[in-house]
């Protein structure tokens, strides 16, 4: 009997142990090919738009991240002093991040592309966009702007990345 007693206590263990290994708040990803993504073909034009239009509703920072070329360049004008300023791609990451972290929510729609031009590893894209920033519900701040990218990859097995975000908006 004292046989038994330890098969059983063993067997309660070893169902204990492998019970505690499954979390009914974190059910396992469906694989489905006809559930659709929300994330783009960074490969395609469109779906690295897609992806960024994710990254600002989302406020996905590994998803905005994997955008930005290793030298990406944001470029905009002051017009407080009427200069030209750039910042590295540590530093909009960091910006970008503080913009996602200190706002409520974010609607970024893009808009037509106004032009567009270049090739398969080099393409310079001008597009409009709606960027609609609810810091509190009494603090939301409404831009129609326009974005000048140079989007650049190595070959069509590569997706595109971000090199250089010329902003021009005017706020």
């Not at 910042?87 to 609607?107: K, V």
């Not at 609609?132 to 989007?151: C, E, H, M």
Request: charged share 20%; glycine share 2%.
């Amino acid at each position: 009997m004292n046989m038994d007693r330890q098969f059983l206590c063993i067997l309660l263990l070893l169902l204990a142990l492998t019970a505690s290994c499954i979390n009914p708040f974190a059910p396992a990803k469906m694989h489905s090919d006809s559930e659709p993504s929300l994330l783009g073909d960074q490969k395609t034009i469109e779906g690295f738009f897609q992806n960024f239009q994710y990254a600002y509703n989302f406020k996905d920072t590994l998803v905005y991240s994997n955008l930005l070329a290793d030298n990406f360049t944001f470029s905009y004008v002051n017009y407080d002093k009427n200069i030209d300023l750039t910042w590295s791609r540590a530093e909009d990451m960091l910006t970008t991040y503080r913009l996602f972290i200190s706002s409520q929510n974010l609607d970024l729609v893009w808009n037509e592309i106004v032009s567009e031009e270049g090739d398969n590893s080099l393409k310079i894209i001008s597009r409009s966009f709606n960027l609609t920033i609810t810091f509190n519900p009494s603090d939301i701040v409404r831009i129609y702007g326009k974005a000048n990218f140079r989007l650049q990859r190595a070959d069509t097995l590569h997706n595109w990345k971000l090199v250089l975000w010329r902003d021009e908006s005017t706020y």
